[in-house]
């Protein structure tokens, strides 16, 4: 049996793809959209793409089933678990097996089984597989979201994301049964080969490791003592607690996953715009997204453009801030645009009508830019109650040690919470550092905000100051 992880970085995603070398047959397990890395990597080993297989209807990215599906023929294998809200739709035209739990079906001489693991989502099913060329016993677990390294899915994302209320304890309920019935219940020498990995918004925990074993988990993961003394309330407390905040966008690609979205048929290339195609393009309601560093940004930039530095969160940011409803334009250097453009349509955002390499002759009147206000001078509008403190961190982060009386709003829902601002007073914005103040400050500015200003080192240098930090909760008003 041929075996391949395949790790994008961005959205810290893993997919699969699995090979028969004796009929040349493979199967890919959780693609992403940008389908021609396993094109690619199936032709260079010699295989072909038959068969498509899905652990369950994603959050963070859109999925890429269809779009390979479209490109190769191959069957779709999908959960028709869950209740009537998390069937498949949009499968017309596409050869398609749907899998309740128990159900098996073959790659050449590798044996795949579905396992309906429920508690992340209620369809979730994870792949059992066994290299049949050598024995029935199972040698791998695709659990997707449901187990990870030194972690579980978190059960929450249909009531935190998706806005389906009640489902986050009845969910982690689920979770605990899952683990007891469906994990636990098999060998430990079984190799899990999860979802995700470290940096994924899919749990609280992830290992970086790329694999780990039924065993390991056993004796070792956080969730494993809950498990031993068979203490199910415990374990939902603990699953529930400390859980990062879910983008906004994960309900659109709920959404998309599940009903279906555009065939892409290639990966697209936005081209250079030259100076009136971008005026039409801003006249037309673009976004220019500026994916400069925050000092670039901060020392000029277009009126209306958000920040979001190139890097390896792009895809959650632009998830985050930018809309699904109007075209986007990058300001990039050329060399970086395929793999922003890439980073884009993993989440959906697809209308990117093009680029500019930069300001030079695009700019039309004065560039604005980022005012800055040092911990000294900060302090003492504090002090005096001349400012509203604004804290872009997590919500966790802010409860370990925050600037007293600050309001706490995560960068990524700044848009949903602008009723909650002051425009009359100075607004002070600060993160750890300057990076996500600089992209809230952006969305700020585009929306009006002409009294934000940009904490200079953040509030590692207010500690660093030895200036006054409080913890634990706190009752805020701007």
Not at 34 to 45: G, M, T
Not at 64 to 85: C, F, I, K, V
Not at 371 to 399: C, F, H, M, N, T
Not at 420 to 444: E, N
Request: proline residues 5%; negative net charge; hydrophobic residues 40%.
């Amino acid at each position: 049996m041929v075996f391949r992880q395949i790790y994008e970085e961005g959205l810290a995603q893993m997919s699969y793809l699995l090979g028969c070398a004796a009929t040349g047959e493979a199967l890919v397990v959780d693609p992403r959209r940008d389908v021609d890395v396993y094109l690619e990597l199936a032709q260079s080993l010699g295989l072909r793409i038959t068969a498509i297989a899905e652990t369950h209807i994603h959050a963070d990215y859109l999925s890429g089933a269809r779009e390979l599906a479209q490109a190769t023929g191959a069957t779709l294998y999908l959960s028709d678990e869950g209740d009537e809200n998390w069937k498949y739709g949009g499968l017309e035209g596409f050869p398609h097996v749907l899998l309740k739990d128990g159900d098996e079906f073959r790659v050449g001489n590798i044996r795949v089984r579905a396992v309906h693991t429920p508690g992340h989502t209620p369809e979730h099913l994870s792949f059992l597989v066994a290299d049949g060329a050598v024995t029935d016993e199972p040698l791998l677990f695709l659990t997707g979201d449901f187990v990870f390294v030194g972690d579980v899915g978190r059960p929450d994302l249909l009531e935190e994301a998706a806005g389906i209320k009640g489902t986050a304890i009845p969910g982690a309920r689920r979770m605990f049964r899952s683990l007891k019935e469906k994990f636990l219940t098999l060998p430990d020498h079984v190799q899990v080969w999860p979802g995700h990995g470290a940096g994924s918004a899919c749990g609280k925990a992830l290992g970086a490791l790329p694999a780990t074993t039924v065993g390991y988990e056993r004796r070792h993961a956080w969730w494993a003592e809950y498990l031993e003394r068979d203490d199910e309330e415990g374990f939902v407390r603990a699953l529930l607690q400390g859980q990062p905040e879910a983008p906004t966008y994960f309900k659109e690609m709920k959404r998309l996953n599940r009903d279906g979205m555009a065939i892409l048929g290639g990966i697209p290339h936005p081209g250079r715009l030259t100076p009136a195609q971008f005026g039409r393009w801003l006249r037309e309601g673009a976004i220019l997204v500026d994916t400069r560093d925050k000092f670039a940004f901060a020392g000029g930039h277009l009126p209306g453009s958000i920040n979001i530095p190139a890097g390896k969160n792009f895809s959650t940011w632009a998830g985050w801030l930018l809309p699904y409803d109007r075209p986007l334009v990058l300001l990039a250097h050329p060399a970086e645009v395929e793999a922003l453009t890439r980073a884009l349509i993993r989440i959906g955002l697809d209308e990117v009508v093009g680029y500019i390499p930069g300001l030079e002759g695009y700019a039309q009147g004065e560039l604005e830019t980022v005012p800055q206000i040092s911990v000294k001078e900060a302090k003492a509008l504090w002090e005096k109650g001349g400012a509203v403190i604004l804290d872009v961190r997590g919500r966790d982060e802010y409860l370990a040690g925050h600037i007293p009386g600050a309001l706490n709003i995560h960068a990524g829902r700044i848009l949903a919470h602008l009723d909650r601002l002051p425009k009359d007073k100075p607004l002070i914005v600060h993160c750890v550092g300057g990076d996500r103040s600089s992209t809230a400050i952006s969305a700020l500015l585009a929306h009006g905000f002409r009294n934000a200003l940009n904490l200079t080192g953040g509030i590692r240098a207010w500690q660093e100051a030895g200036y006054p930090v409080g913890k634990g909760e706190e009752l805020v008003e701007a």
